[in-house]
């Protein structure tokens, strides 16, 4: 390669929709697109996931602020408020998007999410030998990597939770090894 020859990877065509393979609904594909189909689709989502009662509906958006941690797809805390309260649905939730639009070497990571909406839907079954953020609703379009994945928001810090600690800054952790011997 000449110098000068490199051409950086184009930005990648924002879409707002695409197919859910195991849902078959047209799955928002970054914050904006959530919002726009708003708390209809949420209720939607979470009626084909099984995770809302039918008899139940998501009323409204409460409030969407941009989650700024990870390295691939967007992510976004947001609020909701459901037609009926019921203190075992979660209103403090969490939304990740396998697609990050504004960056193509961020957006080649795409497929990430693909086995993290399969560990979601396993993690739903009584059997399922840990603790984890409650799915919500997730789902992925194998042929073009466009994904969302919705759980309950982790508070962390709180009610024996471990604070947050900085993604790839193990080093600055105490003892790390007591971190890693517990995901083992």
Do not use: W
């Not at 708390?39 to 509906?57: I, M, R, V, W």
């Not at 941009?66 to 403090?92: H, M, Q, W």
């Not at 799915?135 to 466009?146: C, I, L, V």
């Amino acid at each position: 390669m000449a110098e000068g020859d490199y051409t950086a990877p184009a930005v990648p065509e924002r879409i707002d929709f695409a197919r859910g393979d195991m849902t078959g609904l047209l799955v928002p594909q970054h914050p904006e697109a959530l919002v726009e189909a708003g708390a209809a689709f949420l209720t939607a989502a979470f009626h084909a996931y099984g995770s809302l009662p039918l008899d139940n509906a998501v009323a409204r958006i409460v409030a969407c602020k941009p989650c700024l941690g990870g390295n691939s797809g967007e992510k976004l805390f947001i609020e909701v408020e459901y037609e009926r309260p019921d203190p075992s649905l979660d209103t403090a939730l969490f939304a990740k998007f396998s697609r990050y639009f504004p960056d193509a070497f961020r957006d080649r990571r795409r497929q990430e999410l693909e086995p993290e909406v399969r560990l979601a839907a396993l993690s739903r079954l009584p059997q399922f030998p840990v603790t984890v953020a409650r799915a919500y609703f997730g789902d992925f379009d194998h042929a073009g990597g466009n994904g969302l994945l919705i759980t309950q928001q982790v508070q962390f810090g709180q009610d024996g939770i471990e604070p947050m600690h900085v993604k790839a800054m193990d080093h600055e952790l105490d003892n790390p090894l007591e971190y890693y011997e517990a995901t083992f």
